[in-house]
């Protein structure tokens, strides 16, 4: 069984437009977050968010909204894409008290292309 | 969290161990060494992490210094399928704090 799962795979999009990535975890962890990874490779953090709090990395613009339904699933939802939303994000899930120090588990990632 | 130095990329033969050095000297007390890879194309994937004393596990060793202000992750016998960006990460364990990563090495494993 897949740990972390994403869909779409892939996403090809008009810029303006409206989009959402679904992210799905089965391990019952209760953190999750997601990562953009650009075209030079950097993979940065955007969110983390488990059922008490919500951090956002204060350079993502506000276009981008996580959205947590329940405790397995957190998507993504962005807003008027623009050229530079291209790239590849990635959902991780993570059980903050465990006793290995809370170890990510990263989905395949899903790879946006605004054209 | 203690930014981390490492080389940008590194050959090994295949069988051989690969050891992969990462510079992390404003490391603070309380935190932890992660190692992640990233084969091409998929997501990353942990591999060990330690405070420390020395770790190993099914995948991989690492050896923190006595001092902390650096580490080496080995691969005991390096496989084609360990050709991967490799990162060294620092930070604070069972805290909301986010992992920041750099560029990591780029291993390859040659035959």
């Known amino acids: 069984d897949t740990a972390v799962s994403q869909t779409p795979k892939y996403l090809v999009t008009q810029m303006g437009n409206d989009k959402s990535i679904k992210c799905e975890q089965n391990?019952?962890?209760?953190?999750m977050y997601w990562y953009k990874q650009d075209s030079k490779k950097f993979l940065k953090i955007m969110f983390s968010?488990?059922?008490?709090?919500?951090?956002i990395n204060e350079t993502v613009p506000n276009r981008f909204s996580p959205k947590s339904p329940d405790k397995a699933h957190l998507n993504l939802h962005i807003n008027s894409l623009e050229l530079g939303d291209s790239a590849v994000y990635f959902c991780?899930?993570?059980?903050?008290?465990?006793?290995?120090?809370?170890?990510?588990?990263f989905g395949p990632g899903t790879r946006l292309t605004v054209l | 969290d203690a930014k981390t130095t490492q080389p940008t990329s590194m050959d090994c033969a295949e069988g051989r161990a690969a050891n992969l050095p990462c510079n992390h000297s404003?490391?603070?007390?309380?935190?932890?060494v992660y190692w992640y890879r990233q084969i091409h194309s998929q997501g990353p994937q942990y591999i060990i992490h330690?405070?420390?004393?020395?770790e190993t596990n099914e995948m991989a060793s690492l050896i923190i210094t006595e001092d902390r202000k650096s580490s080496t992750l080995i691969l005991p016998h390096a496989t084609l399928r360990d050709t991967a960006v490799y990162y060294c990460?620092?930070?604070?364990?069972?805290?909301?704090?986010?992992?920041?990563w750099g560029a990591g090495t780029k291993l390859i494993i040659k035959p």
């Open positions: 391990l019952g962890h209760d953190t």
């Open positions: 968010y488990n059922n008490k709090e919500l951090i």
């Open positions: 991780a899930s993570s059980q903050r008290d465990s006793w290995n120090g809370g170890e990510q588990f």
């Open positions: 990460i620092v930070r604070v364990a069972w805290s909301n704090y986010q992992l920041i």
């Open positions: 404003t490391i603070s007390g309380n935190e932890y």
């Open positions: 330690g405070l420390k004393n020395n």
